[in-house]
């Protein structure tokens, strides 16, 4: 994209930055005169009889004479000073002189010494930091743009508007409810009279949520590039200035603009940064709650009909101020979720376009083993796996490629040349081969796609990957214990064949825990407490961490249950483990030996 800056008015900037320029080089003209009276080392005064005595001693080296002067340098090396002395006329100076055989010669006086010593003094070294202080003030300037911190009032609202963003919706794969919504503004911003005629009122604005990299931003642009709009981009930080007021100056501008070039499409991205919740506590942010008010008052001052429409993008909506999402306002909230296997299906084949792909290559695999991943990530695997395809030397990309794509994303890059000792290899091996056979052993579990027991730049030494055959929108009970087990199994096999248990587990432990407790606390799927809601989700889009809603005493009991729930499943997967015993060891053997192997290799050897 190339966006352009609109803004005819003359920067406030240089103005101010003259006047600071004037004063600095007063300051400048001040520092070089005391510099030089501090530092330039004046010759020492001493009578003439002492000059005779210390030429009688011998302690002169040089002498110079001048029309009313002479200057002494002593033979004395660890004195650096220069003495001076009257002429006084004594006629036998010379004689003097020679007798004592020092050097010593006159200096014959000119006007232009005193005018270069003065040039070098004074005028080259102010020149010189003259010239670097306004190199500085420019570069300083340049950096801060108009509109910055030095120069009040009057904004110089950076707004960026694009004629065409070039995206249109057949760029942005799945999302199809999303993509329908704002077809309809789309629709507003072709023939706003269409609308009119009939008196209905379109929005004024619509709100994207999701998770980060779900594709916003980019459906934003799609809705300019398909309504062949102006459009407005902004992201809220850039509301957020150093003084109070200038934010708020900032988005009447930017309403002022956008009114002109109406119709178009103005997008405020992570809305979130200035339309967080204004709230009572002291010392709340002056021009953050400002800017939120002038982009209230704003919203409900222009008029809709003439086909401004405002997008905005958050992944916080539960942060935003409720004046925000009244009607009249962003009453539109377009819900922009992760991809399920469909979407991500379509946005691998979109991505994929640019990109030279052999025949027969999969999507439907890549897409199975990507549950949970957002568009941004998997535009990533199909670029990621591209960039394999060149480093193995090859023309085309082949489903391999993007196979250790998708690894590469999850786990990070494969370890060549790490140094594991066979002990500790055994040790990954069981432990793998642990989770896959736990996982097999169980009917509500996911099959084994694949193990591996090459180390990764992430830490991890091995990983066993289970995809499921179709995408699963529910979990069960019997499913959720499943799962536990298999995370489970890894640490079981450790402690059936070593007697012990490794770091290794840390990983599965987190996991565990976190399902457990999230059964008893979100999904009531303990018998003690019912369908009670212990905890609720504070940030559904970024992490979602929840924060407990019980008393401390029940929190103590759920912690009792967490335990529980996760000491069975561990003595499920040893038990498991214990009854297939051989199978653990050939597995393992087999696993050390080829060091990555496919579920179609792990279920043959299962069923000989
Ligand atoms: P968000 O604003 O939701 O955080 P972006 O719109 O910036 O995410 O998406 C980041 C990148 O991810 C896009 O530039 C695009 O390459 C890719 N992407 C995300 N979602 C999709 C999608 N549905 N279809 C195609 N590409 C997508
Ligand atoms: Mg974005
Ligand atoms: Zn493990």
Do not use: W
């Not at 796609?449 to 030494?461: C, D, E, F, Q």
């Amino acid at each position: 994209m190339n966006p352009t800056s609109q803004n005819g008015k003359k920067p406030e900037g240089p103005k101010r930055l003259r006047r600071s320029l004037i004063f600095y080089y007063v300051g400048l003209l001040l520092v070089v005169i005391v510099m030089n009276l501090l530092f330039s080392r004046d010759p020492i005064q001493i009578d003439y009889s002492d000059f005779v005595k210390m030429l009688d001693e011998g302690k002169v080296a040089v002498v110079q004479l001048t029309q009313d002067e002479i200057a002494i340098k002593p033979s004395d090396k660890n004195d650096p000073n220069i003495y001076v002395t009257a002429d006084v006329g004594d006629p036998q100076l010379t004689d003097r002189l020679l007798s004592s055989g020092v050097q010593f010669g006159g200096v014959i006086q000119k006007e232009l010494p005193a005018a270069v010593s003065m040039m070098l003094s004074f005028v080259v070294p102010f020149a010189l930091m003259a010239l670097l202080g306004t190199f500085m003030f420019r570069m300083i300037a340049k950096k801060m743009g108009p509109g910055n911190a030095m120069s009040f009032g009057k904004s110089n609202a950076k707004v960026y508007v694009e004629a065409q963003t070039g995206k249109t919706f057949a760029d942005v794969a799945g999302q199809d409810e999303a993509k329908e919504a704002l077809q309809e503004l789309v629709d507003f911003l072709h023939a706003p009279e269409k609308y009119s005629k009939i008196g209905a009122q379109l929005p004024k604005g619509a709100l994207l949520v999701g998770p980060p990299g779900t594709g916003k931003t980019l459906l934003a642009k799609a809705v300019a590039g398909e309504a062949g709009v102006p459009f407005f981009s902004i992201s809220g930080s850039e509301f957020v200035e150093m003084f109070v007021g200038m934010g708020a100056a900032r988005v009447r501008d930017l309403f002022k603009q956008a009114q002109e070039k109406a119709p178009c499409i103005v997008f405020i991205d992570e809305i979130d940064t200035i339309g967080k919740r204004r709230d009572s506590t002291m010392g709340g942010n002056d021009e953050r709650e400002q800017t939120l008010n002038q982009l209230l008052s704003e919203m409900d001052g222009f008029d809709g009909s003439r086909g401004v429409i405002i997008l905005a993008a958050t992944n916080r909506p539960e942060s935003l101020d409720p004046a925000l999402l009244r009607p009249g306002r962003f009453d539109r909230r377009i819900p922009v979720e992760l991809p399920d296997l469909e979407g991500r299906i379509a946005i691998l084949k979109v991505h994929a376009k640019d990109v030279h792909v052999a025949p027969g290559v999969d999507f439907g695999v890549i897409a199975r083993a990507t549950a949970g991943a957002s568009g941004a990530e998997l535009a990533n695997i199909i670029n990621e796996g591209a960039l394999r395809a060149v480093r193995c030397g090859r023309e085309q990309v082949e489903q391999q490629d993007f196979e250790e794509a998708v690894e590469t994303v999850i786990a990070g890059y494969q370890r060549k040349n790490s140094a594991i000792n066979e002990k500790e290899k055994q040790i990954v091996a069981y432990h793998e081969i642990g989770h896959a056979l736990v996982a097999a052993k169980q009917k509500d579990s996911a099959p084994v796609h694949k193990i591996t027991i090459v180390p990764r730049t992430s830490g991890a030494l091995g990983y066993t990957m289970q995809v499921d055959e179709q995408e699963r929108k529910l979990l069960s009970r019997e499913e959720a214990l499943a799962k536990i087990a298999t995370l489970t199994g890894g640490r079981a096999a450790e402690e059936l064949i070593f007697g012990t248990g490794s770091s290794g587990a840390s990983n599965d432990i987190e996991q565990a825990t976190k399902l457990a407790r999230t059964m008893i606390t979100r999904y009531g799927m303990s018998p003690h407490f019912d369908m009670m809601a212990l905890e609720t989700v504070t940030n559904q889009y970024l992490g979602g961490d929840t924060s407990l809603t019980c008393s401390p005493s029940t929190a103590a009991k759920v912690d009792e249950e967490v335990l529980q729930v996760i000491k069975s499943c561990h003595a499920k997967a040893s038990e498991i483990l214990a009854q297939n015993v051989e199978k653990l060891h050939a597995l393992a053997a087999y696993l050390l030996e080829k060091e990555t192997i496919t579920g179609e290799e792990f279920m043959a050897i299962l069923n000989q």
